[in-house]
């Protein structure tokens, strides 16, 4: 019975760290500066910068982009989605809506990332290690 | 003390004897850890971001593994992934899951190895293990970083999937255990 406790109370313990540690890791993530003024929509292909747009909130704002490895993305009243694919899981297009700066929507089959980043922060980014690898 | 007994129980049960019982119990396994695979890919599970899921044949690795040891239950989660794989994917989802269940996998073994842990802490190191794993595999996959911002989520959801898959499991691993018990 003892022994069981024990495991019991390791087993809560754990659980407290993992959850701890991903509030940290929210924290460092999210929890940046929001005076995102310019952003930029950048579409990546294989870890490749494609195309960038310029972000706008604006409320009558709509774009679509069709690329050719089959997925349109929206940009629709300061939200972007996807809104067609032809990949075999069809997860992007669940993925929802993005509009805040880092969030991204990922089509792994198509090996795409459509990302959303704030300028200043992009000027640095070539070696902050959180963007795109080294190649 | 219930436990004590069980674990003893576990202990007595714990070397599988011949080849024919090995095989026996891999097969109903990973039977059952294919159906549980199925279900999931017909629920409705409104996380998409990639590498999340329920990971209900977890329960089924979880128990075996608890139940007998890390040889059995590689056996069963190897035959289990081809399975699905062939039944109800393609390559590139053959190869993605397998890069996550291995990991995940891994954990578990060592968390059990630690004897630290109950089967919903050896679950929920799975689950984590399982979620940031896959991350990890997306992130090379597409060359970039920017998954890294589904971090946290991918943790959160893998503690809850993984104690709600201990909970489950732990009570499979009971009747299990009195299973196989009045048998000898
Ligand atoms: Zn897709």
Redo the contacts between chains.
């Keep these: 019975?003892k022994?069981?406790n024990k495991?019991?109370r390791?087993?809560i313990i754990?659980?407290c760290i993992?959850?701890v540690?991903?509030?940290v890791?929210?924290f460092f993530?999210?929890f940046k500066a929001d005076n995102a003024e310019k952003m930029q929509l950048q579409i990546?292909i294989?870890?490749?910068l494609i195309e960038t747009y310029d972000y706008s909130t604006d409320e009558d704002f709509y774009k679509e982009i069709a690329l050719d490895i089959g997925n349109t993305i929206v940009v629709e009243n300061g939200q972007i989605y996807m809104k067609e694919a032809n990949c075999?899981?069809g997860?992007c297009i669940?993925?929802?809506e993005i509009s805040k700066d880092?969030?991204?929507i990922?089509c792994?089959?198509h090996?795409?990332?459509v990302?959303l980043v704030e300028l200043s922060r992009d000027n640095f980014s070539e070696n902050d290690?959180?963007?795109?690898?080294p190649? | 003390?219930t436990?004590?007994i069980q674990n003893k129980d576990i202990k007595i049960v714990g070397k599988l004897h011949s080849k024919a019982q090995f095989v026996a119990i891999v097969g109903v396994m990973a039977a059952f850890a294919a159906i549980l695979s199925y279900i999931e890919t017909i629920i409705p599970f409104s996380i998409?971001?990639?590498g999340v899921k329920l990971g209900l044949a977890n329960i089924a690795i979880v128990v075996i593994l608890c139940l007998y040891g890390a040889r059995e239950a590689f056996a069963v989660n190897i035959v289990r992934i081809l399975v699905v794989g062939l039944l109800f994917g393609?390559m590139?989802?053959i190869s993605?899951s397998l890069a996550g269940a291995l990991i995940s996998f891994a954990v578990m073994v060592l968390a059990k190895k630690t004897d630290?842990?109950?089967i919903?802490?050896i679950s929920?190191?799975g689950g984590?293990a399982h979620n940031l794993g896959q991350m990890i595999v997306?992130?090379v996959?597409?060359?970039?970083?920017?998954?890294?911002?589904y971090?946290?989520?991918l943790?959160?959801a893998?503690?809850i999937t993984g104690?709600i898959i201990g909970m489950v499991g732990k009570i499979i691993l009971k009747y299990m255990t009195k299973i196989v018990k009045n048998k000898r």
Excluded: H
Aim: proline residues 5%; contains cysteine; negative net charge.
């Design positions: 019975m022994a069981n495991k019991i390791n087993d754990l659980i993992l959850c540690t991903a509030a890791a929210c993530l999210y990546l294989d870890g490749e075999p899981d997860l669940k993925q929802g880092g969030q991204s990922i792994l089959p090996k795409l990332v990302r290690g959180l963007d795109v690898m190649r | 003390m436990q004590n998409w971001i990639p393609n590139f989802s993605f630290l842990f109950t919903i802490g929920v190191t984590v997306a992130s996959v597409i060359e970039t970083y920017s998954v890294v911002y971090m946290p989520a943790m959160i893998g503690v104690i």
